[in-house]
Protein backbone atom coordinates (compact mmCIF):
# COMPACT_ATOMS: atom_id res chain seq x y z
CA UNK A 1 0.00 0.00 0.00
CA UNK A 2 1.55 3.32 -1.14
CA UNK A 3 1.92 6.15 1.55
CA UNK A 4 0.37 9.86 1.07
CA UNK A 5 2.63 12.58 0.13
CA UNK A 6 1.53 14.25 3.98
CA UNK A 7 2.23 10.83 5.44
CA UNK A 8 6.01 11.00 3.99
CA UNK A 9 6.23 14.65 4.61
CA UNK A 10 5.76 13.81 8.05
CA UNK A 11 8.20 10.59 8.15
CA UNK A 12 10.95 13.03 6.34
CA UNK A 13 10.41 16.09 8.95
CA UNK A 14 10.64 13.56 12.20
CA UNK A 15 13.85 11.81 10.29
CA UNK A 16 15.53 15.00 9.40
CA UNK A 17 15.23 16.51 12.98
CA UNK A 18 15.98 13.54 15.06
CA UNK A 19 18.64 14.33 16.71
CA UNK A 20 18.38 10.96 18.84
CA UNK A 21 19.05 9.17 15.31
CA UNK A 22 16.43 6.65 16.22
CA UNK A 23 16.31 5.38 12.41
CA UNK A 24 19.92 4.58 13.15
CA UNK A 25 18.75 2.50 15.70
CA UNK A 26 16.34 0.56 14.13
CA UNK A 27 18.65 0.12 11.01
CA UNK A 28 20.98 -1.23 13.24
CA UNK A 29 18.21 -3.99 14.82
CA UNK A 30 18.10 -4.93 11.65
CA UNK A 31 21.22 -5.13 10.66
CA UNK A 32 23.27 -5.97 13.67
CA UNK A 33 26.89 -6.69 11.90
CA UNK A 34 26.14 -3.30 9.95
CA UNK A 35 28.25 -0.26 10.70
CA UNK A 36 27.37 3.66 10.76
CA UNK A 37 29.13 6.02 8.97
CA UNK A 38 28.55 9.85 9.44
CA UNK A 39 29.35 12.20 6.53
CA UNK A 40 29.68 15.85 7.11
CA UNK A 41 28.59 17.61 4.35
CA UNK A 42 29.42 18.73 1.24
CA UNK A 43 29.66 15.82 -0.92
CA UNK A 44 30.94 11.92 -0.14
CA UNK A 45 31.19 9.08 -2.42
CA UNK A 46 27.97 7.18 -0.62
CA UNK A 47 28.58 4.24 -2.82
CA UNK A 48 31.69 2.50 -1.22
CA UNK A 49 29.67 3.14 2.35
CA UNK A 50 27.19 1.36 0.60
CA UNK A 51 28.75 -1.10 -1.17
CA UNK A 52 30.32 -2.56 2.36
CA UNK A 53 26.57 -3.25 3.03
CA UNK A 54 27.14 0.29 5.97
CA UNK A 55 24.54 2.74 6.41
CA UNK A 56 25.49 6.27 5.49
CA UNK A 57 24.25 9.14 7.74
CA UNK A 58 24.37 12.70 6.55
CA UNK A 59 25.53 14.57 9.77
CA UNK A 60 24.19 18.44 9.20
CA UNK A 61 24.71 19.89 12.80
CA UNK A 62 22.04 19.94 15.26
CA UNK A 63 19.86 22.77 14.10
CA UNK A 64 17.71 24.00 16.24
CA UNK A 65 17.67 20.80 18.58
CA UNK A 66 20.95 21.11 20.64
CA UNK A 67 22.45 23.70 23.03
CA UNK A 68 26.04 24.13 22.24
CA UNK A 69 27.98 23.44 25.69
CA UNK A 70 31.20 21.33 25.58
CA UNK A 71 31.61 22.39 21.78
CA UNK A 72 32.92 25.37 22.44
CA UNK A 73 35.95 23.89 24.95
CA UNK A 74 37.42 22.64 21.95
CA UNK A 75 36.48 24.99 18.76
CA UNK A 76 36.44 28.93 17.98
CA UNK A 77 33.42 30.81 18.61
CA UNK A 78 33.52 32.34 15.39
CA UNK A 79 32.93 29.81 13.00
CA UNK A 80 29.84 28.07 11.05
CA UNK A 81 27.62 26.91 13.52
CA UNK A 82 27.60 23.64 11.52
CA UNK A 83 30.81 22.51 12.75
CA UNK A 84 29.93 23.48 16.43
CA UNK A 85 26.85 21.95 16.75
CA UNK A 86 28.09 18.72 14.88
CA UNK A 87 30.90 18.49 17.25
CA UNK A 88 28.32 18.90 20.44
CA UNK A 89 26.38 15.93 19.07
CA UNK A 90 30.01 13.81 19.52
CA UNK A 91 30.52 15.28 22.55
CA UNK A 92 27.05 14.65 23.82
CA UNK A 93 27.21 11.30 22.89
CA UNK A 94 24.02 11.45 20.57
CA UNK A 95 26.58 9.78 18.02
CA UNK A 96 27.59 7.28 20.45
CA UNK A 97 26.18 4.40 17.55
CA UNK A 98 28.31 5.63 14.44
CA UNK A 99 31.54 3.11 13.67
CA UNK A 100 33.00 6.25 11.23
CA UNK A 101 32.88 9.82 10.52
CA UNK A 102 33.58 11.29 7.20
CA UNK A 103 34.77 14.41 6.49
CA UNK A 104 36.21 16.46 2.92
CA UNK A 105 38.17 18.65 2.26
CA UNK A 106 35.51 21.58 2.05
CA UNK A 107 37.14 24.30 3.69
CA UNK A 108 39.66 24.73 6.81
CA UNK A 109 37.21 24.53 9.42
CA UNK A 110 35.75 21.07 8.30
CA UNK A 111 39.88 19.87 7.81
CA UNK A 112 40.26 21.08 11.26
CA UNK A 113 37.09 19.25 12.42
CA UNK A 114 38.58 16.03 11.57
CA UNK A 115 41.74 16.29 13.28
CA UNK A 116 39.68 17.68 16.63
CA UNK A 117 37.60 14.46 15.57
CA UNK A 118 40.34 11.99 15.43
CA UNK A 119 41.36 12.88 19.12
CA UNK A 120 38.10 13.01 21.14
CA UNK A 121 36.65 9.73 19.52
CA UNK A 122 39.91 7.57 19.13
CA UNK A 123 37.88 4.33 18.89
CA UNK A 124 35.73 5.83 15.58
CA UNK A 125 36.98 5.32 12.37
CA UNK A 126 37.68 9.26 11.09
CA UNK A 127 38.42 9.71 7.53
CA UNK A 128 39.17 13.03 5.85
CA UNK A 129 39.06 13.10 1.71
CA UNK A 130 40.84 14.89 -0.08
CA UNK A 131 39.39 15.91 -3.26
CA UNK A 132 41.24 16.08 -6.53
CA UNK A 133 42.06 20.02 -6.89
CA UNK A 134 43.56 20.10 -9.98
CA UNK A 135 40.43 18.78 -12.68
CA UNK A 136 42.43 18.41 -16.08
CA UNK A 137 45.50 16.45 -14.44
CA UNK A 138 45.87 13.43 -15.96
CA UNK A 139 46.72 12.35 -12.38
CA UNK A 140 43.76 13.37 -11.23
CA UNK A 141 41.24 9.96 -11.53
CA UNK A 142 44.14 7.47 -10.42
CA UNK A 143 44.88 9.85 -7.32
CA UNK A 144 41.02 10.14 -6.64
CA UNK A 145 40.18 6.18 -7.29
CA UNK A 146 43.27 5.29 -5.18
CA UNK A 147 41.34 7.88 -2.35
CA UNK A 148 38.35 5.69 -2.43
CA UNK A 149 40.20 2.67 -2.63
CA UNK A 150 42.11 3.66 0.60
CA UNK A 151 38.60 4.18 1.81
CA UNK A 152 37.65 0.68 0.86
CA UNK A 153 39.93 -0.91 2.79
CA UNK A 154 39.31 0.73 5.93
CA UNK A 155 35.77 -0.02 5.92
CA UNK A 156 36.61 -3.38 4.65
CA UNK A 157 38.58 -3.87 7.82
CA UNK A 158 36.32 -1.97 10.43
CA UNK A 159 33.56 -4.27 9.42
CA UNK A 160 35.26 -7.33 8.75
CA UNK A 161 33.70 -7.54 4.93
CA UNK A 162 35.26 -7.50 1.47
CA UNK A 163 34.27 -4.99 -1.16
CA UNK A 164 34.49 -6.19 -4.60
CA UNK A 165 33.86 -4.22 -7.59
CA UNK A 166 30.73 -5.73 -8.70
CA UNK A 167 28.81 -4.55 -5.24
CA UNK A 168 30.57 -1.42 -6.29
CA UNK A 169 28.86 -1.27 -9.53
CA UNK A 170 25.60 -2.38 -8.07
CA UNK A 171 25.88 0.76 -5.42
CA UNK A 172 26.83 3.26 -8.11
CA UNK A 173 23.70 2.34 -9.87
CA UNK A 174 21.22 2.22 -6.87
CA UNK A 175 22.54 6.01 -6.14
CA UNK A 176 22.16 6.85 -10.09
CA UNK A 177 18.53 6.12 -9.34
CA UNK A 178 18.38 7.76 -6.10
CA UNK A 179 20.18 11.20 -7.57
CA UNK A 180 17.80 10.80 -11.16
CA UNK A 181 14.56 10.90 -8.52
CA UNK A 182 16.34 13.82 -6.85
CA UNK A 183 16.32 15.73 -10.44
CA UNK A 184 13.13 14.79 -11.43
CA UNK A 185 11.64 16.35 -8.42
CA UNK A 186 13.90 19.60 -8.62
CA UNK A 187 12.62 19.77 -12.47
CA UNK A 188 8.45 18.95 -10.99
CA UNK A 189 9.12 21.99 -8.78
CA UNK A 190 10.41 24.59 -11.23
CA UNK A 191 8.13 23.34 -13.53
CA UNK A 192 4.90 23.56 -10.81
CA UNK A 193 5.97 25.63 -8.24
CA UNK A 194 2.80 26.18 -6.55
CA UNK A 195 2.32 22.23 -6.31
CA UNK A 196 5.05 22.14 -3.59
CA UNK A 197 6.39 24.15 -1.18
CA UNK A 198 9.98 24.88 -1.31
CA UNK A 199 9.88 23.84 2.37
CA UNK A 200 8.61 20.58 1.38
CA UNK A 201 11.35 19.71 -1.38
CA UNK A 202 14.02 20.60 1.51
CA UNK A 203 12.54 17.79 3.82
CA UNK A 204 11.88 15.08 1.07
CA UNK A 205 15.26 15.38 -0.16
CA UNK A 206 17.00 16.24 2.79
CA UNK A 207 15.49 13.03 4.37
CA UNK A 208 17.94 11.19 1.50
CA UNK A 209 21.18 12.48 3.66
CA UNK A 210 18.96 10.07 6.64
CA UNK A 211 17.60 6.89 5.40
CA UNK A 212 18.83 4.05 4.12
CA UNK A 213 19.18 4.97 -0.17
CA UNK A 214 16.70 2.00 -1.48
CA UNK A 215 13.61 3.70 1.02
CA UNK A 216 14.61 6.80 0.33
CA UNK A 217 14.56 6.13 -3.64
CA UNK A 218 11.29 3.83 -3.29
CA UNK A 219 9.53 7.68 -1.17
CA UNK A 220 10.40 9.45 -4.00
CA UNK A 221 8.74 7.05 -6.51
CA UNK A 222 5.65 7.34 -4.44
CA UNK A 223 5.78 11.07 -4.00
CA UNK A 224 6.49 11.92 -7.74
CA UNK A 225 3.49 9.56 -8.59
CA UNK A 226 1.38 11.70 -6.57
CA UNK A 227 2.49 15.06 -7.02
CA UNK A 228 0.98 15.45 -10.22
CA UNK A 229 -2.49 15.28 -8.92
CA UNK A 230 -2.33 17.90 -5.86
CA UNK A 231 -3.91 21.10 -6.47
CA UNK A 232 -1.64 24.19 -6.99
CA UNK A 233 -2.15 27.37 -5.01
CA UNK A 234 -2.55 30.78 -7.37
CA UNK A 235 0.57 32.56 -6.61
CA UNK A 236 1.94 36.17 -7.56
CA UNK A 237 5.84 35.50 -6.94
CA UNK A 238 8.85 35.80 -8.61
CA UNK A 239 10.88 33.42 -9.02
CA UNK A 240 14.80 32.88 -7.81
CA UNK A 241 17.75 30.88 -7.35
CA UNK A 242 18.57 30.71 -4.02
CA UNK A 243 22.43 30.15 -3.66
CA UNK A 244 25.01 29.57 -0.76
CA UNK A 245 23.45 27.28 1.38
CA UNK A 246 25.12 23.94 0.21
CA UNK A 247 26.67 22.94 3.65
CA UNK A 248 24.93 24.36 6.58
CA UNK A 249 21.29 24.02 6.20
CA UNK A 250 19.07 27.17 7.66
CA UNK A 251 16.41 26.69 9.65
CA UNK A 252 13.10 25.10 8.03
CA UNK A 253 11.03 28.29 9.01
CA UNK A 254 13.73 30.63 6.96
CA UNK A 255 12.83 28.62 3.78
CA UNK A 256 9.09 28.92 4.71
CA UNK A 257 9.81 32.41 5.10
CA UNK A 258 11.05 33.65 1.86
CA UNK A 259 8.08 31.90 0.15
CA UNK A 260 6.02 33.61 2.00
CA UNK A 261 7.78 36.87 1.34
CA UNK A 262 7.08 36.47 -2.26
CA UNK A 263 9.71 34.11 -4.04
CA UNK A 264 9.64 30.83 -5.54
CA UNK A 265 12.53 28.94 -5.06
CA UNK A 266 12.99 27.21 -8.01
CA UNK A 267 16.49 26.08 -7.62
CA UNK A 268 18.81 25.87 -4.65
CA UNK A 269 21.75 24.01 -3.49
CA UNK A 270 20.45 22.56 -0.78
CA UNK A 271 20.40 19.21 -1.46
CA UNK A 272 23.65 19.75 -3.41
CA UNK A 273 26.32 16.79 -1.85
CA UNK A 274 22.94 14.56 -2.34
CA UNK A 275 22.28 15.33 -6.43
CA UNK A 276 26.23 16.71 -6.87
CA UNK A 277 26.38 14.60 -10.57
CA UNK A 278 24.95 15.89 -13.35
CA UNK A 279 24.48 12.78 -15.40
CA UNK A 280 24.60 9.35 -14.10
CA UNK A 281 27.87 7.78 -13.36
CA UNK A 282 29.13 5.21 -15.87
CA UNK A 283 28.19 1.52 -13.88
CA UNK A 284 30.31 -0.69 -16.58
CA UNK A 285 34.19 -0.29 -16.12
CA UNK A 286 36.19 0.29 -13.17
CA UNK A 287 33.82 1.74 -10.45
CA UNK A 288 36.21 3.47 -8.81
CA UNK A 289 37.48 4.91 -11.60
CA UNK A 290 34.06 5.77 -12.76
CA UNK A 291 33.16 7.67 -9.36
CA UNK A 292 36.40 9.67 -9.84
CA UNK A 293 35.86 10.46 -13.54
CA UNK A 294 32.18 11.84 -13.03
CA UNK A 295 33.58 13.96 -9.86
CA UNK A 296 36.01 15.72 -12.60
CA UNK A 297 33.83 15.79 -15.15
CA UNK A 298 30.14 15.53 -14.53
CA UNK A 299 30.18 17.62 -10.69
CA UNK A 300 27.81 20.55 -10.46
CA UNK A 301 29.81 23.75 -9.77
CA UNK A 302 30.16 24.76 -6.13
CA UNK A 303 32.19 26.59 -4.05
CA UNK A 304 33.78 23.60 -2.66
CA UNK A 305 34.53 22.38 -5.51
CA UNK A 306 37.55 23.12 -7.55
CA UNK A 307 36.30 24.08 -11.22
CA UNK A 308 38.05 23.17 -14.28
CA UNK A 309 37.46 25.40 -17.42
CA UNK A 310 34.32 26.75 -16.68
CA UNK A 311 33.71 29.44 -14.05
CA UNK A 312 31.62 28.96 -10.87
CA UNK A 313 29.97 32.35 -11.49
CA UNK A 314 28.93 31.74 -15.33
CA UNK A 315 27.49 28.61 -14.26
CA UNK A 316 25.31 30.24 -11.83
CA UNK A 317 24.75 32.52 -14.67
CA UNK A 318 23.83 29.54 -17.04
CA UNK A 319 21.84 27.86 -13.79
CA UNK A 320 19.18 31.45 -13.79
CA UNK A 321 18.71 31.58 -17.20
CA UNK A 322 18.10 27.99 -17.72
CA UNK A 323 15.23 28.03 -14.84
CA UNK A 324 14.00 31.02 -15.73
CA UNK A 325 14.48 33.02 -12.60
CA UNK A 326 14.10 36.91 -11.98
CA UNK A 327 16.96 36.70 -9.31
CA UNK A 328 19.20 35.39 -7.32
CA UNK A 329 19.14 35.27 -3.03
CA UNK A 330 22.07 34.48 -1.31
CA UNK A 331 21.67 32.66 1.62
CA UNK A 332 24.97 32.25 3.53
CA UNK A 333 25.69 30.98 6.44
CA UNK A 334 27.80 33.11 8.80
CA UNK A 335 31.22 32.65 8.92
CA UNK A 336 31.38 30.15 6.14
CA UNK A 337 34.55 31.68 4.00
CA UNK A 338 33.71 29.05 0.59
CA UNK A 339 30.06 31.15 0.34
CA UNK A 340 31.60 34.56 1.49
CA UNK A 341 34.37 34.19 -0.76
CA UNK A 342 32.51 33.55 -3.74
CA UNK A 343 29.25 35.86 -2.96
CA UNK A 344 32.56 38.59 -4.41
CA UNK A 345 32.71 37.18 -7.90
CA UNK A 346 29.03 35.70 -8.27
CA UNK A 347 27.80 39.59 -7.48
CA UNK A 348 30.29 41.32 -9.91
CA UNK A 349 28.70 39.00 -12.38
CA UNK A 350 25.57 39.03 -11.87
CA UNK A 351 25.43 42.57 -11.68
CA UNK A 352 27.26 42.71 -14.91
CA UNK A 353 24.61 40.18 -16.62
CA UNK A 354 21.71 42.68 -15.34
CA UNK A 355 20.19 39.67 -12.74
CA UNK A 356 18.78 41.58 -9.54
CA UNK A 357 20.34 39.73 -6.17
CA UNK A 358 20.11 40.27 -2.60
CA UNK A 359 22.07 38.48 0.46
CA UNK A 360 21.61 37.74 3.41
CA UNK A 361 23.33 35.17 6.61
CA UNK A 362 21.44 32.51 8.62
CA UNK A 363 22.76 30.35 11.37
CA UNK A 364 21.30 27.21 12.95
CA UNK A 365 19.96 28.84 15.76
CA UNK A 366 18.67 32.15 14.35
CA UNK A 367 15.20 32.28 15.75
CA UNK A 368 13.68 35.79 14.20
CA UNK A 369 13.41 36.16 10.57
CA UNK A 370 11.31 40.08 10.62
CA UNK A 371 14.59 41.62 9.07
CA UNK A 372 14.92 39.16 6.43
CA UNK A 373 10.87 39.03 5.47
CA UNK A 374 11.40 42.64 5.23
CA UNK A 375 14.64 42.16 2.48
CA UNK A 376 13.00 39.63 0.77
CA UNK A 377 9.50 40.83 0.10
CA UNK A 378 11.56 44.08 -0.40
CA UNK A 379 13.31 42.31 -3.39
CA UNK A 380 10.06 40.38 -4.33
CA UNK A 381 8.16 43.93 -5.08
CA UNK A 382 10.52 45.72 -6.35
CA UNK A 383 10.99 42.73 -9.56
CA UNK A 384 7.39 42.58 -9.79
CA UNK A 385 7.03 46.56 -9.79
CA UNK A 386 8.73 47.00 -12.66
CA UNK A 387 8.18 43.19 -14.82
S1 LIG B 1 29.48 25.82 6.49
FE1 LIG B 1 31.13 26.57 5.20
S2 LIG B 1 32.84 26.99 6.58
FE2 LIG B 1 31.38 25.65 7.67
S3 LIG B 1 32.14 23.58 7.32
FE3 LIG B 1 30.62 24.03 5.74
S4 LIG B 1 31.82 24.81 3.99
FE4 LIG B 1 33.12 24.90 5.81
Redesign the pocket.
Given at each position: MSVSLQQHLQRCRKVVYDMNFTYVDAWRQQHPQGKVVGC???YIPREVIHAAGMLPVGIYGGGLEIEIDRADARVQSF??S??RSTLELGMSHYLKNFDAMYFTS?????RN?SGVWERNFPSVLVEYIHFPQNMESKSSVPYYSGEMRGLCQNLERIGNVTITDEQLRHSIQVYNENRALHRQLTTFKQENPGKLDASELYLLQRAGACLPVEEHTAMLREVLDELPRREGKRRDRIRVVLEGA???QPPLELIEIIEEAGCDIVASDFALGLMWFLEDVPVQGNPLENLARSYLTQSDYS??RHYGLKRRDYSLVEKVRRVKADGVLFCI?K?????LIDYVTHKNTLEREGIPLVNFEFEEKMGVFENIRMQVETFAESILLFA
Open positions: FPVICISVCDVALFCESVAFCEPA
